[in-house]
T-cell receptor, first 111, second 114 residues
Framework: AQSVSQHNHHVILSEAASLELGCNYS??????LFWYVQYPGQHLQLLLK??????LVKGIKGFEAEFIKSKFSFNLRKPSVQWSDTAEYFC?????????FGAGTTVTVRA | EAQVTQNPRYLITVTGKKLTVTCSQN?????MSWYRQDPGLGLRQIYY???????DKGDVPEGYKVSRKEKRNFPLILESPSPNQTSLYFC?????????????FGPGTRLTVL
């Protein structure tokens, strides 16, 4: 099975700070990559996804992610976070019929 | 409204008492799956189904059963629940997983096994 690693378990930052969450995966073949977000008490929602083409992917709410194939990485970024970005963020990798998730990174944004 | 529904949302039960968590989607999706979410472990796939009568094991299938008799429903069955199955369970669906379709998640079922 795929192995998906998220580098940080918990990130705390202030509003307007920049955010970068790391994600690495283990499979060397063709993969599809996703970032999901889970706001407190809610279910998972898709932030963005990468299939092919431009390795810089833009998603909702000002998030973007960069796929670097040589590093097996798909890092999530946001230039300026808001309090409402407080949530848990999951990287996921799709290989054939299976979707593997990372352990998640909890992001706390202080007003 | 397009959605994935799960019932019950919360359940407290005792070891060994069979239970079923239902999952239903109204989007005519081919693919459905079950995950459990545990702190520090993220989401782990239990079972998935690519279509009616087609199911397969995910990464953590032990202690669980599923069935897919209708396209819209994908119940998760715990024949003899144990405390290590205490977790938050999510059902998800997508039109197809072999494409790059987004998975739509249900609201979750928080299960406690005493």
């Amino acid at each position: 099975a795929q192995s998906v690693s998220q580098h940080n378990h918990h990130v705390i930052l202030s509003e307007a700070a920049s955010l970068e969450l790391g994600c690495n995966y283990s499979y060397g073949g063709t993969v599809n990559l996703f970032w999901y977000v889970q706001y407190p008490g809610q279910h998972l929602q898709l932030l963005l996804k990468y299939f092919s083409g431009d390795p810089l992917v833009k998603g909702i709410k000002g998030f973007e992610a960069e796929f670097i194939k040589s590093k097996f990485s798909f890092n999530l970024r946001k230039p300026s976070v808001q309090w409402s970005d407080t949530a848990e963020y999951f990287c996921a990798v799709n290989e054939a019929y299976k979707l593997s998730f990372g352990a998640g990174t909890t992001v706390t944004v202080r007003a | 409204e397009a959605q994935v529904t799960q019932n019950p949302r919360y359940l407290i039960t005792v070891t060994g008492k069979k239970l079923t968590v239902t999952c239903s989607q109204n989007m005519n999706h081919e693919y459905m799956s079950w995950y459990r979410q545990d702190p520090g472990l993220g989401l782990r796939q239990i079972y998935y189904s690519m279509n009616v009568e087609v199911t397969d094991k995910g990464d953590v299938p032990e202690g669980y059963k599923v069935s897919r008799k209708e396209k819209r429903n994908f119940p998760l069955i715990l024949e003899s629940p144990s405390p290590n199955q205490t977790s938050l369970y999510f059902c998800a669906s997508s039109f197809s997983l072999t494409t790059t379709d987004t998975q739509y998640f249900g609201p979750g079922t928080r299960l406690t096994v005493l």
